[in-house]
Every structure is written in C-alpha cells, then in structure tokens.
DNA sequence: TTAGAATTTGATTAACCAATCAAAAAATAA
DNA sequence: TTATTTTTTGATTGGTTAATCAAATTCTAA
C-alpha cells in the first residue's frame, strides 16, 4: 500500500500539500483544480498526477496533515500539565490558539471538511466524529476522570459538555475580525466552563 | 431591481428552489449544477436561466429563503414567551429542534454558507455574523436584558456567552447519528447555560 | 379569435476540468 | 563513461460546466 518514497518524491508531495492549502486558502474548494494548484507550485499539472493517484487522495493527505498538525499542537500543550483542571484550560486555550495561529490550516480544513466528501458521497462534516475524533476523545476523558477524582462536579454530562466545548471553540474560529477579541473571549469561555465543571 | 413578477413566475421560481435544496442534500454544492437542478425539478436547464439571472442569483435567493425559514421558526417560539428565562430556554430549544425537524433546509444551509462565496470570493462563513445576524442579535439583547433586570447573574459578559450557545447548537447539528441522543444534549445544554447565566 | 407577451425547450458555445501519455530531462547506478 | 530508472513537462482526451438563443409553446388580454 504504502510504498517507500524517494527522498525527492517526498519533498515534493509536501509542496504539493502545502500547494494545496495555499489555493484553498486563495480561492477556496470549490474552484479548487488541479491546474491551479500545479500554478502555484510552479509546477506542471501532470506532475500531481505522478505523485498523487488522483484528486481525492491528495485532498485526503492534505486533510489528514491538517488533523495531524492541530492534533499535535494541542496535545503538546496538553502533556506540559498534570493537573486536570489545567489541562481542561490547556485544552481550551490551545485550540483557541491554534486556531489564531496557524489560520491558513484552519481555513484549509473547513474548506476540506465542508466540501469533500467520501468515495461513498459522504460529506466529511457529516462523519459521526464524536466517537473517533481523537481530540474530542481527549477532552472526553479528561472531563470524565475529572469528576471520577472528585476535581470536578458530578452534575453535568462529560459528553454534552465536550460538545459544548468544542462547539464554542469553533464557532470563534469563524468570527475572526478586527472587533472580536479572541483573548477576551478565551477569558470568559474559560470562566463559563469553569461555572460547568466546578 | 426587484421586478414585480407574475404568478406562474413565482410559482416556478420556488419549484427550483426547492429543487436545488433537495440536490444540495443529494450531492453537495460542489457537485451541484444548474443540469441536475432541472433533472430534479423535470424543467429544462435554459428555465432556470429564464427566471434567474445566474447561479449566484440562484444560491443567494436559496441562502435568504433558508436563513428567513430558520429565524420565522425561532422567533416564532419565543414570542409566545414573556419570561426571559424562559425566552432564552425557548431559543435553545427551537433552535436544536429546527436542526432536528427541517433537517434537508439545515444541509442545504450549511452546504451554502461553507461553500459559496460573495462576489469579492469572500466565502459566507468568513462573513462576520454576530454583527449582522438577528439571531445572534436577539440572542445577545435577551443575555443582555436579563442582566439589567437582574433576572440573570452580572458575572458573564453577553457577546461571549451568546457565541457558547451559539457555537453549542451548531455543533449538535454536526452530530446527527443513532447514537446521538438530541433530547439528552438538549436538556443537558440548558442546564449547563442556566450555570452561566443564574 | 387573434395578436402579442410570457414561458419553455433543447441544442449550442466556449471555458474549464481531471487524468493520460509520449517524450524529454534529470538523477542514479554500474 | 553509459545504461537504467526516476522525475517532469505539456499537449491531448473526453467529459462537464454555465450561459445563450432561436424556435416552439402556452398564456393573456382585447
């Protein structure tokens, strides 16, 4: 499946990736080809050919170094507490972070998400992610022991508050403008989640 | 701009509408096209040109119909409270029951809000919606107004906890599957609001 | 009834698309 | 060096797209 990959070959699916992510930033998904893309990296169209078997598999790589990337960056702040509570705020703080940060990754990814979809028709955004997102797991968990040992509060429902978690650090995300106060906002999700948990 | 537009006219201009909700739930936006459109409304193609101008005419008109669906339904449930409290629970839950009930018109927005773009490329969800939405706004102004009454705590500022909610229903919508139980995550989101704002 | 207007069709057009492929170029090995 | 493999190009193919338009049909009003 996986064959071993030239040094070279590898170089250039990594920008050809990052190829990628550039358009949709640009143009978005939909008016995404691979012409565009071939243009960007100042390469000819038939050579994404020769490294991708086709579209879907280089939008699949390029999605999955985008989960793998935000995966990454959260779980490393993650690691650096013990403390449950503080990795509860971690948590938090780290997505919002993430998601100021590295912009170009967040936009590639819901361009991604919202607009490809499986060989089965299945758009990604309607994929049951709660049960296999890795990152919804985590917090899952951590909300979870939290109230096994007794740091958090036995009334509420780890699940319902992870998606409530999750949902208002994405609905952030897509209200990145000069008016919004992303660090204000980080402030008073944490007092909120505090109230929840505590 | 708005011409006046005869009976059949209008008649047939909603029968495409309906019909392009129905192939944005079959295939998605990317797929979508102004053949399939007509396939699904058994017109020909040359029909939706005649009563439209073009397809950006054609989405945008689906996009106001759809959000005017959404807000009729939402502020319908609330007027028939006078309560606050009771006002902000009824917001909640219409809007997890309209995710719920019109589930088509919910695909259909969320496969135009991520996908279509304004005519300067900017895609809808990069838009700024808190500042324009009369959802978020109505929803801000009850937080808002419960704290003067002192019906709600001082301890939670409004714009931050009006994207919670927000952020909270929308992620719900993504979660649609057997083995999520909408009833549970309702009652559970309001316990955990009510947290925040008593 | 009938002329004119509104509506509808389906073929046509030009642009763009993903993928293929023969040929060239570059890298590697012997 | 030379032979072989890997990488790269860009033209080509067959397909889809939105929009146009002449012609046909249906509706409307006088």
Redesign the pocket.
């Known amino acids: 499946m996986t064959k071993e990959?030239?040094?070279?070959?590898e170089a250039?699916r990594e920008q050809i990736l990052k190829a990628t992510i550039d358009v949709l930033n640009d143009i978005g998904y939909v008016?995404?080809?691979?012409?565009?893309i071939?243009k960007q990296a100042?390469?000819?169209?038939?050579?994404i050919?020769?490294?991708?078997?086709?579209?879907?598999e280089?939008i699949q790589h390029t999605l999955n170094y985008l989960i793998g990337a935000q995966l990454e960056f959260i779980e490393e702040r993650m690691k650096a507490e013990t403390d449950i509570f503080e990795q509860l705020l971690a948590y938090i703080t780290a997505t919002l972070t993430y998601q100021n940060e590295y912009v170009e990754n967040n936009v590639a990814l819901i361009e991604i998400i919202f607009n490809a979809r499986t060989e089965d028709n299945i758009p990604y955004y309607k994929l049951n992610e709660e049960e296999e997102d890795p990152l919804y797991l985590r917090l899952e968990t951590i909300l979870s022991e939290g109230q096994e040992k007794r740091i958090f509060s036995a009334d509420f429902d780890p699940k319902a508050t992870a998606i409530l978690i999750n949902g208002a650090a994405s609905e952030s995300m897509l209200l990145q403008s000069e008016s919004f106060d992303i660090k204000n906002y980080q402030q008073e999700l944490i007092k909120m989640v505090t109230k929840i948990v505590k």
């Open positions: 990959k030239t040094f070279i070959s250039r008016k995404l080809s691979l012409a565009k071939a100042k390469i000819s169209t038939g050579l050919s020769y490294h991708f078997a086709d579209k879907e280089l």
